[in-house]
């Protein structure tokens, strides 16, 4: 099932950003700072975070989004993580999946994801073209040097 995240999941979000180890020490800061953002400031609009549970109604994983800044109809998925005990079970599929169907609803007519090129994100490209996504754009050295 995927809700809202509230407070009472917050350390959970964390402990499962840290634990699969995909995340720099820089990215962990702005992760925490994007979902206290989000938890304390129920007004901004910019991002919104979910959850999804598994069947024991477990944190199994989260996602951020938001709508793009200037862009009409155009919505990023920003973070998702799936708790490393949980990966392979179809919480990822469902969150974007949700997500897809929020952004219909919305009228959205764009999603974009875009992700590291660095090997230990394979799986995770992979993951997005198994889902029908299809790479539409790199952008050379755009995370660091080495890294699109």
């Known amino acids: 099932m995927v809700r809202s995240m509230d407070k009472s999941d917050r350390e959970a979000v964390l402990d499962i ?3 699969t180890e995909m995340f720099t020490p ?11 953002v989000y938890l304390n400031q129920p007004q901004q609009k910019d991002y919104s975070l979910v959850v999804v549970e598994n069947e024991k109604g477990r944190l199994a994983g ?8 200037l862009a009409d109809g155009v919505y990023d998925l920003y973070w998702m993580a799936v708790a490393l005990e949980e990966q392979g079970r179809g919480y990822g599929k469902e969150l974007v999946r949700w997500l897809e169907r929020k ?12 992700t590291s090129s660095e090997p230990k994100y394979h799986p995770t490209r992979q993951f997005y073209l198994n889902l029908g996504y299809r790479e539409i754009s790199r952008i050379r050295d755009f995370y660091k040097p080495g890294d699109d």
């Open 17 to 19: 950003l840290r634990a």
């Open 26 to 36: 820089t990215e962990l800061v702005f992760a925490v700072e994007q979902i206290d």
């Open 62 to 69: 989260y996602m951020s989004f938001g709508p793009t800044p």
């Open 103 to 114: 952004v219909c609803a919305e009228k959205g007519r764009m999603l974009l994801i875009e």
